[in-house]
């Protein structure tokens, strides 16, 4: 049975998903991800992309990215061809490095844009690699709330709008994902 086409269209906010073939790692220590967070950099720049957040984990990531342009789909088989061919020729392996075609959900209002930018920085908490989203470097947290600075391709912007904007709106986002943390425990 086909696929069913993905739908593509103009400023749609995505949450797009990929995770290594059977499941195994897509990342190898800070070397890989850094170099991953290099290439989804060249993405965002390369198709007009607004990246809202990431989380980078051991064998997927979660992205949520707006689309100016209806190019979810090319973008994303960039990123993927880009990230696993540096991958196997860094660490010298063959094959396929994703186990399947991207997943992606469209955020359609903003109470789940909301509950979107949480998830995805809990997301190391959740698996019980850290216990707190700012000690888990591969994400999007830290940078929004302000404790790092901010890698040129994220735009924090409008996951802060949502949170009123301004000054207090990063302890307001904070206090949103501490309380989602808290009722994950």
């Known amino acids: ?25 897509i990342f190898a220590g800070a070397r890989s991800y850094l170099a991953f967070l290099e290439i989804l950099a060249q ?15 051991k064998n997927h990531y979660h992205l949520a990215v707006e689309t100016p342009q209806a190019n979810i789909s090319a973008g994303m088989q960039f990123l993927k061809g880009e990230h696993a061919s540096w991958f196997n020729a860094t660490y010298g392996r063959e094959g396929t490095l994703y186990e399947r075609r991207f997943r992606d959900t469209i955020a359609e209002d903003e109470s789940y844009v909301a509950e979107l930018s949480r998830y995805l920085v809990l997301n190391p908490v959740r698996a019980g690699f850290e216990p707190h989203p700012e000690d888990w470097r591969w994400s999007s947290y830290n940078a929004t709330i302000g404790l790092v600075a901010r890698p040129r391709f994220l735009s924090v912007e409008p996951t802060l709008d949502i949170f009123g904007g301004g000054r207090v709106a990063a302890a307001r986002f ?10 994950s425990d």
Do not use: N
Request: with cysteine.
């Open 43 to 57: 993405t965002v720049s390369r198709y007009g992309w607004i990246c809202h957040s990431y989380c980078l984990m």
């Open 174 to 183: 904070a206090k949103f994902v501490e309380e989602g943390r808290l009722l």
């Open 1 to 25: 049975m086909p696929r069913k086409p993905r739908l593509q269209a103009p400023d749609v906010l995505y949450h797009v998903t990929t995770r290594g073939v059977e499941k195994r790692d």
